[in-house]
């Protein structure tokens, strides 16, 4: 009862200190059952959620630097969080104040596929406008010096800026400012090179090491920035550079790998496993600059992913969605795509790396850039070979491969219609695409119609698997597994998209046949799937699945099948991966593979309309493989070697798991419903 009495006049007291109407909507938020060991630092969880011992401390701190109390009336053993926590919940609760009494309020955007976003709890554009604000906040403690260095070892991911945020808070911060000039004078002259016009500003290792104009001096900058790293109490595993070379030789010929996950060590020593800075390492060779095309984008995570491979930092890089503030250094540029609706989606995930040889190589993967995605979640990434540059005589038609990846991809590529790339649609048209194995699979936005019908989305699958994929006689019984980490709005029954759109043009192969269509899987997380798993913990979630959404297609769950990947010990990993394929009825062998960012949704693959347009709103990119480019098969193994062919990676678990009859799929309401 005196709990209760308490909650009533805590809540009186927010009600009326805001005019009476700021924190209407507390009235109606649940408490959040961990309470003060709650892990999240997400304005999603704080918009729907109450933490009393939060708001205390908060409420009559809605502006400015936030100062905490020397002593708590709450145990806290994770100070770092809390002043994250303190930090958004800070914003949450000032942006609902300014909503009640009119004030100004930054433009929320939506980036979808549909009505489910590719976006976890804490890939909204709400964290967008929470990064941007909270790089100009400053936590003040009664605390000491060791302290505080404590309490912002976790801030912009762990390393990125933890000496930059000095510039931005230079009043009352000599201590900290002298620190911060030790912490990055280097131990060789080359370093103190590269550090003469920067010091002392109180530059931080970033900058640092994007002033290095060598391979020594940044691999000396790498060695102190991860020294500073398990200085200040980081776990810090990364693999050594120089190795993953001969890694990506023994991948050959599929060069397909799935993300290390932290926290499943058996993960670590698999061949097909792979950090972010290996795909830059220093034994691929040295990368002069890089283009990046993705959805989310930490920039401050991605240059520390750079400095840990030692390479340099100059790239450009088309994208959806910052989650970052850092100040730009003036080697990096970023090009926001505008899309051409609300719920329209730049959700492709590429790269382009260029080497001091003037060779490229191409990347795509599921994974976004930031921290999150390249955790504790299964994604999926293909490494092209080397591409050497043709020689200066060569015509622009010479050096394509016999999957057309090099046209196919100039053709994406000249879809941004962005004067900025063309030095990298030149880097493409320049480059011999011969040694690749893999066809090039994309979506962008609009009404296709004539030859365009068949250049993106499902219909440019159905052409590719209409010319080469071969299929015994029994194909109908080879099932279609599609597996996702979101699901768009797909009709109210089976058959309005995904038996006229997905399966038809999945069903296709060479020769054309009459045989019917295949039956249909489809891989998606139950909910204990992922109460489970790594992300639950700390509240964090890569399937942006609505509940709204699912009460419309329930049917759907008829055809799901759980997220099992005890085989590759990602069981815990929730999938950010997509994939789609046909299985044989024996479980060992499949016709082709599609590694791709495309979600199962109408917007990622496109629809035909009943005038034969082909309209799709996202961009998308993805890979193909076929086993006559690859193995000179018409299939790919997938239990054991068999004619000397290696076993395909596939991520997840077979025979499937079909779902039981108390099995729901995943849906973010998971969350305001705890």
Known sequence: MVSKIMMILRLKFIFVKFKELTFIQVLSKKQCPYMEKCYRQNPIHFNEMSHPHLEKIVMNQLEGEIKIPEKLNFECTDRPRLINQLKVLQMVLRKEKNRNEGGSLDKKTNCADESSNEKSNEDTKTLFQVRQELDNIKIVEKSTEKDFSEDRKRGNNGFADCETETKKSKSNDNKRQEKVHESTQSTSKSVESAQSSSSSKGASLIETFDSCNSAKSRNEVREQAIRKLRQQGFEVSIVDPGNFAFKYALSAPYHLFFSRIEKSKPTYDQQYSITFPEILDISLG?????????????????????????????????????????????????????????????????????????????????????????????????????????????????????????????????????????????????????????????????????????????????????????????????????????????????????????????????????????????????????????????????????????????????????????????????????????????????????????????????????????????????????????????????????????????????????????????????????
């Open 286 to 674: 040295e990368i002069v600059s890089s283009f990046h095309i993705n959805f989310m984008v930490d920039v401050g995570w991605l240059c520390l992913q750079y400095l840990l491979a030692g390479q340099r930092t100059d790239m450009t890089i088309l994208y959806g969605e910052r989650v970052d503030q850092e100040k730009l250094s003036l080697n990096i540029t970023m090009l926001p795509v505008p899309m051409p609706g609300r719920f329209a989606c730049h959700h492709s995930k590429l790269m382009i790396l260029r080497y001091k040889d003037e060779g490229i190589r191409v990347v795509v993967s599921t994974a976004n850039l930031y921290m999150d995605d390249w955790e504790n979640r299964t994604q999926g990434i293909w490494i092209s070979p080397h591409l050497p540059p043709l020689p200066e005589s060569a015509n622009s038609n010479e050096g394509e491969s016999q999957t057309y990846f090099k046209r196919d991809l100039q053709r994406y590529l000249h879809k941004y219609r962005q004067p900025a790339i063309t030095e990298w649609i030149s880097a493409v048209r320049r480059a011999d695409f011969s040694s690749v194995n893999v066809f090039f699979l994309a979506s962008v936005p609009g009404r296709h119609v004539g030859m365009e019908n068949d250049y993106w989305g499902h219909k440019r699958l159905g052409s590719i698997l209409s010319q080469h994929a071969k299929l015994p006689p029994d194909a109908p019984q080879w099932t279609l597994v599609a597996q996702s980490s979101s699901i768009g709005s797909l009709g109210t029954t089976y058959e309005d998209w995904l038996e006229k759109n997905i399966t038809s043009s999945m069903s296709k192969e060479n020769p054309r046949s009459l045989k019917s269509h295949p039956s249909f899987l489809f891989i998606y997380p139950t909910l204990k799937n992922y109460e489970e798993s790594f992300d639950c913990r700390v509240g964090s979630c890569c399937l942006p699945y609505s509940l709204q959404t699912h009460s419309k297609q329930e049917w759907i769950e008829s055809y799901m099948c759980q997220w099992k990947a005890a085989r590759t010990a990602r069981d815990r990993a929730m999938p950010h991966i997509k994939t789609y394929t046909r299985i044989s009825p024996d479980l060992k062998k499949i016709p082709w593979f599609v590694l791709t960012s495309a979600n199962l949704s109408k917007a990622a693959w496109g629809k035909i309309g009943k005038d034969q347009t082909h309209y799709i709103m996202n961009y998308e990119a993805g890979v193909v493989f076929i086993p006559h480019f690859i193995v000179q098969s018409t299939t790919f193994p997938i239990q054991e070697e068999e004619a000397g062919i290696p076993v395909f990676p596939i991520p997840y678990d077979l025979p499937l798991t079909r779902y039981r009859s108390e099995d729901k799929p995943f849906v973010t309401e998971f969350f305001s419903s705890k």
